[in-house]
Antibody, heavy 115, light 107 residues
Framework: QVQLQESGPGLVKPSETLSLTCSVSGGSINGHYWSWIRQPPGKGLEWIGYVYYTGRTDYNPSLKSRVTISMDTSKNQFSLRLSSITAADTAVYYC?????????WGQGTLVTISS | EIVMTQSPATLSVSPGERATLSCRASQSINNNLAWYQQKPGQGPRLLMSSASTRATGTPARFSGSGYGTEFTLTISSLQSEDFVVFYCQQFNNWPPTFGQGTKVEIK
């Protein structure tokens, strides 16, 4: 059974770039879509974007100018970079397998934006 | 972007009873709707896709229905593990969007 684990800093300063990595175990990153979704505290879920194993990506238009999702097949990982962050980017960030209906999710990592 | 509206925000039901959760889309999404269950401290779990197709491992007590803009998730007999939050999601248009969730609590 595939397992996903998010990792990265829990506190990031405003205007900096948020970087998270998702490590995939129990299965290959090849042949699948890999997604990032976030959930601000007390709010609903927001789709960030996905990367296909071919390298193709698509992003939420509301975040497109600031987002990059990439993958490293040699490490069985994929990553999220979100630039020019503000307090509004404070959220639990989830990585997941599949798009648009992910069937496996990580447990999520809380990223707080604060100086 | 398509706005998904779930009702009620909180549903109080006794164990063993039936629960009916609603989800409405701001425009037609055909049957491109999924339901997720989220337990505290965990990522969401896919329950249902294409409005009425149970995902692998979803118990038979969960059923989905609807088409167009109105959808329903029914839990026929609530078990203790079902008292959590449920989200609907449309994937007819990009970007996929989620409802705000329905919390099912013990009455």
């Amino acid at each position: 059974q595939v397992q996903l684990q998010e990792s990265g800093p829990g506190l990031v300063k405003p205007s900096e770039t948020l970087s998270l990595t998702c490590s995939v175990s129990g299965g290959s990153i090849n042949g699948h879509y890999w997604s990032w979704i976030r959930q601000p505290p007390g709010k609903g879920l927001e789709w960030i974007g996905y990367v296909y194993y071919t390298g193709r990506t698509d992003y939420n238009p509301s975040l497109k100018s600031r987002v990059t999702i990439s993958m490293d097949t040699s490490k069985n990982q994929f990553s999220l970079r979100l630039s020019s962050i503000t307090a509004a980017d404070t959220a639990v960030y989830y990585c997941a397998r599949g798009s648009p209906t992910p069937d496996s999710w990580g447990q999520g990592t809380l990223v707080t934006i604060s100086s | 972007e398509i706005v998904m509206t779930q009702s009620p925000a909180t549903l109080s039901v006794s164990p063993g009873e039936r629960a009916t959760l609603s989800c409405r889309a701001s425009q037609s999404i055909n049957n491109n709707l999924a339901w997720y269950q989220q337990k505290p401290g965990q990522g969401p779990r896919l329950l249902m896709s294409s409005a009425s197709t149970r995902a692998t491992g979803t118990p038979a007590r969960f059923s989905g229905s609807g088409y167009g803009t109105e959808f329903t998730l029914t839990i026929s007999s609530l078990q203790s593990e079902d008292f959590v939050v449920f989200y609907c999601q449309q994937f007819n248009n990009w970007p996929p969007t989620f409802g705000q969730g329905t919390k099912v609590e013990i009455k």
